[in-house]
């Protein structure tokens, strides 16, 4: 099928998609093992495709090895990582002649963690990802139909307000929409299954919250594309409802390509029939049997158009593996977002989080560095006193004394701290947490 048409029909396309993982996803709930079995089942149609490609040829060349020596997910591993500067370099070096990509589909990412990254992909990719969304909703078992239920999201795109009324019947706004516009929209659509990224969520959780409006009662509501942490977690559950909110993980490369259960928050399950996980330099974590941290490195199997294979997403992530089935249990951060010192060292996202641990009366945070020895501690809340900010301040900077020393000695760092009622999101509508001016 041409370019053309894949684009034309790609509502069907996600369809035979979804409904094939969906039989997947139920034969997988009854014995998790068959994950394994249908990814291996995968492995060789698409190892044999990215061999054809120059681009890969060469690197299984360098390694010393062929298709036959990749059959299991470990196995990847063979193959040299691909780090984001790589992976844009040849794609740009591919795509200078845009008239050949007219019928692909073209993104770019947020440039959250980096530079914005020109994405092309085929319309059969971009409706693989899709299938894998709507199988997060599956997942929950709370009753949603891909032909029958109501869907409304509120990502990055720009406004549109259209509704869908093919499949799936869906709504979307911008994330970038005012709490009062994102409130009355998901109102009116009245979702059975409701996801966009978490600053959205959030926003209409708080805006609901803070004006007592009653937000209608979804199945299920997924917060994708930013980290969920737990006071975000407890104010959605306020204002969405017990045991309907999950964390769905991805990337504007690859789509999603995880996400937990309401019922079992923070195992998330991977598909592992269309992408394989793999942790580069992993570290077994003390007293947590089968947990191992490491950078994440993915594979996705389904996308033809541009492959990533062992693509190095700048997550550091602890994996649990029961019955040689891999599960996401914990994203502890961008590995990039750093904490820069004078003398060359850094202090990572892990770092960041020890500070902010246990604030769940804090909404939303953000920390910026000014200088090599400033940082800002942006705090959001509404509903905290004046005494309990002293107390939160005096822990922080206590604790920041604890971890980074004490202020002009060494690589300790003068803390300041800021109240304000809520932080905006960036104009890509996410919200930075971690943010060093520091060049």
Known sequence: MSYFFQRKFMSVCVL?????????????????????VAQNREIPKFVNYIYGIPFYRERFDKAGITPDDIKVREDFLKLPPLYKPEYRQWLLDETKDKSKFKYWMYRQTTGSSGTPLDLYSLPTDRASEIANLFRCALLQDKGYSPFFSRVFSTMVPKPTGRTRKLFPPSRKMSSIASPAELVEGYNEARPDFYYGNKTAVLA??????????????????????????????????????????FDIYGCAETGNF???RASEPKKRVV???????????PKEVPGRPGVAVGELALTSLVHRGFPLVNYVVGDTVELLVENDVPYI?????RSNDSIKNADGSSFEWTHVNRVMFGFTDVAQFRVIQKTYDDLTFLLASREVSDARKVEIESAIKGRARDIWGAPGIGNGKNVRIEWTEEIPPDPTGKIRVLISEVK
């Open 16 to 36: 035979l998609y979804l409904l094939k993982r969906a039989k997947t996803l139920k034969r997988a709930m009854k014995d998790p093992t068959y994950w394994v």
């Open 204 to 245: 209409i959780a708080r805006w609901a919250l803070d004006h007592h409006i009653a937000l209608h009662k979804p199945l299920c509501v997924a917060s994708i594309s930013e980290l969920l942490d737990d006071s975000a977690r407890a104010i959605i559950e306020r204002a969405f409802g017990p045991g309907v909110l």
């Open 258 to 260: 995880a996400a937990d």
């Open 271 to 281: 598909w592992n029939d269309t992408h394989v996980v793999n942790l580069l330099n």
């Open 329 to 333: 249990v914990d994203i502890i951060g």
